[in-house]
């Protein structure tokens, strides 16, 4: 069991960056996967991006590489997503999760999930 935190979720300016944390308060959380997910108003979920285990890499959806990083600090349980050039586009309630076994890139194999955080971004 992983419980899942985001923050740093707010409203921006178009071009402005915003950082958002997924905090967990379990040591497991090292052994996950962390995936980023987004979901615009009448949309679906949709992947953004993920980190792996310590020296796993990263994975970006096309529509934010460049502008999104993704990174972790397992020393305090918590994985970041910065986020550069933002766009009216980005507005989405993001949520962070956690893998165990899968592809980083389907929904359904993310077994725990955050309760989101709000990004609105205006032009």
């Known amino acids: 069991q992983v419980q899942l935190v985001e923050s740093g979720g707010g409203r921006v300016q178009a071009g402005g960056s915003l950082r958002l944390s997924c905090a967990a308060s379990?040591?497991?959380?090292?052994?996950?996967?962390i995936g980023w997910w987004r979901q615009a108003p009448g949309k679906e979920r949709v992947f953004v991006g993920a980190i792996g285990t310590s020296g796993g890499g990263t994975q970006y959806a096309d529509s934010v590489k460049g502008r999104f990083t993704i990174s972790r600090d397992d020393s305090i349980k918590t994985v970041y997503l910065h986020m550069n050039s933002l766009s009216p586009e980005d507005t989405a309630v993001y949520y962070c999760?956690?893998?165990?076994?899968?592809?980083?890139?389907?929904?359904?194999?993310?077994?725990?999930w955050g309760q989101g955080t709000q990004v609105t971004v205006s032009s």
């Open positions: 999760a956690a893998l165990d076994v899968g592809r980083w890139a389907r929904r359904y194999d993310y077994g725990f």
């Open positions: 379990e040591q497991t959380f090292t052994t996950y996967v």
